[in-house]
Each structure stands twice: as C-alpha cells, then as structure tokens.
C-alpha cells in the first residue's frame, strides 16, 4: 500500500482565482491520479499523470482548466484554474497498485469551495 | 465504456440487521470489481476486490461480495450491521482503464 498526503486539506477561494493541489507520496510510483467528486455524485476521473510525459485527460477535462505538474516519481499538483462555483468539489489523488486496473490508494482529498 | 450503478442512495438500518448493497456494471469484458468504504471525516479505503477466482469474496470487517458475471452484479453484504459502519460505500470497476466509480451510498446504522 502506499501513504499519500495532500495539501491544502480545504480552500475556500474566490471565483476567477487558482488553486494548486499537491499531492505527495511516501514511495515512487509511475502513474498518478486526479479525481474530482462533486457533492453528491461519484469520483470522476481527471487525468492521469506520469512522470516525465504530459498527462493524460479524460473527456471533459482540459489542460488549460486543470493543468498537472509530475516532476519526480512521489510528487504531483492540480491546479484549478479560472475557477467558478461549478468547481466547488473534493479532489483527490491516487496511485495504484501494480497496474493500472489494480487496487488504488487515495489520498485524503482537498474540499475546494468557490465563492 | 464502462458505467457502475449502485442503486440505493441511502440506506438506513438499524444494529443487527443485515445489509446488502445493490452494484451493477456494465463492460463487455474482463473486469476487476471494488468496493470502497469511506467512513466520515477518513480517507477513502478498500474494502474488498474481485479478480479471478472463488466469486465470493470476503473484505474486511465482516463483510463480502458476490460476483455474479451473469448478471454484471458485484452486491455487497453484511450479516450483522454495527453503528461503526455507518459511512459512504463506492462500487467501483476497471477493465483496461483507471477505476470508474458509482455514485456510492451512503450507510446510516442507528441505535
């Protein structure tokens, strides 16, 4: 298993800002992700992010509005940027397990509220 | 693409009472199945998986889930709930992607 931290825990920001997210893992992992939870709905994935190339994002989700950083194996940032209300969310990122379709580990997320 | 419906938004039980929570999937091949658990103010942790093998499978804490491939259901059950599960419980799959989750339900145990 691995143990990840993230900061800030909660933000409460104001509309047209930007929130970077950082997430830190106790060991080195190739593939990192960024899931978004909207209040009352499920996890949905951002991107995935690898060291060393640009990350991956699914439908819906643009590098200009949540662009990555990954520069080494324990370490990645989201950032929302241009944010709205409609970005008021949990954020969480996670690595997995050996491969991508194994067991992940979350972090303990960051409550973002945008005024 | 795949798709998990879990299709209890909130259920509430009393202690002692048993529990199964409902999760379909939808995918046309080989899946592995999860259900997480995330009790209030924790991280998001794994209850139980499915990979291969015995399609009964026990987590921890007492609870299990069957996979039924016949029917995409991957139900999650408890013999005998305790106040201390109350919490939000995600069904969650992945075939060649990252995991895709359902919307999760939400567990209340009263006294």
């Known amino acids: 298993s691995a143990v990840i931290s993230q900061k800030p825990s909660r933000d409460i920001c104001q509309r047209g800002t930007s929130l970077t997210i950082q997430c830190q893992v106790d060991s080195q992992v190739t593939m990192m992700f960024w899931y978004r939870q909207q209040p009352g709905q499920s996890l949905t994935l951002i991107a995935t992010a690898n060291q060393g190339s640009e990350a991956t994002y699914e439908s819906g989700f643009v590098i200009d509005k949540f662009p990555i950083s990954r520069p080494n194996l324990t370490f990645s940032t989201l950032t929302v940027s241009n944010m709205s209300p409609e970005d008021s969310s949990i954020y969480l990122c996670?690595?997995?397990?050996?491969?991508?379709?194994?067991?992940?580990?979350f972090g303990p997320g960051t409550r973002l509220t945008v005024l | 693409a795949q798709s998990v419906s879990q299709h209890n938004h909130h259920v509430i039980l009393s202690e002692a009472a048993s529990l199964e929570l409902g999760c379909n999937y939808s995918y046309g091949g080989t899946v592995n199945l999860f259900w997480y658990v995330q009790y209030p103010g924790q991280h998001l942790q794994l209850l139980l998986k499915y990979f291969s093998g015995d399609p009964l499978v026990k987590g921890i804490k007492g609870f299990e889930a069957e996979f039924i491939k016949s029917k995409f259901s991957f139900n999650l059950r408890k013999p005998s709930v305790q106040w201390s599960d109350t919490a939000e419980y995600f069904c969650a799959v992945s075939g060649n992607t990252p995991l895709v989750f359902g919307k999760g339900t939400r567990l209340s145990v009263i006294a």
């Open positions: 996670s690595v997995p397990g050996s491969r991508i379709t194994d067991t992940q580990y």
